[in-house]
Nanobody
């Protein structure tokens, strides 16, 4: 099983980034997917999650209206479009997969990527 994130970087406040997560080694379309983030010294927190067919999405309150999660099951890829970035969005962003879990709590997800760093100044 492999989850590989990409698309992170350093941007200024107000700018946008699009993160991608390429999945391999499991039946991607059968798994719920999520984005999580962790800043130094803080606990990992949920950003957004999406159901298998993409019909249901969930967002943390602070991300609603700014971030959009989506998935392409034909490409085994998960996305996170982040607009209006703020300095407090700076963190390592991780994608995660689970057969049944769709919640924003990070514990309980089966598979994790290594993360991609987002820095907003």
């Amino acid at each position: 099983v492999q989850l590989v994130e990409s698309g992170g970087g350093s941007v200024e406040a107000g700018e946008s980034l699009r993160l991608s997560c390429k999945a391999d080694g499991f039946t991607y379309l059968r798994y719920c997917m999520g984005w999580f983030r962790q800043a130094p010294g803080q606990e990992r927190e949920g950003v957004a999650t999406i159901a298998t067919a993409g019909g249901s999405t969930y967002y943390a309150d602070s991300m609603k209206g700014r971030f959009t999660i989506s998935r392409d099951n034909a490409k085994n890829t998960l996305y996170l479009q982040m607009n209006g970035l703020k300095p407090e969005d700076s963190a390592m962003y991780y994608c995660a997969a689970d057969r049944y879990n769709l919640g924003l709590a990070w514990r309980g997800y089966s598979y994790w990527g290594q993360g991609t760093q987002v820095t907003v100044s």
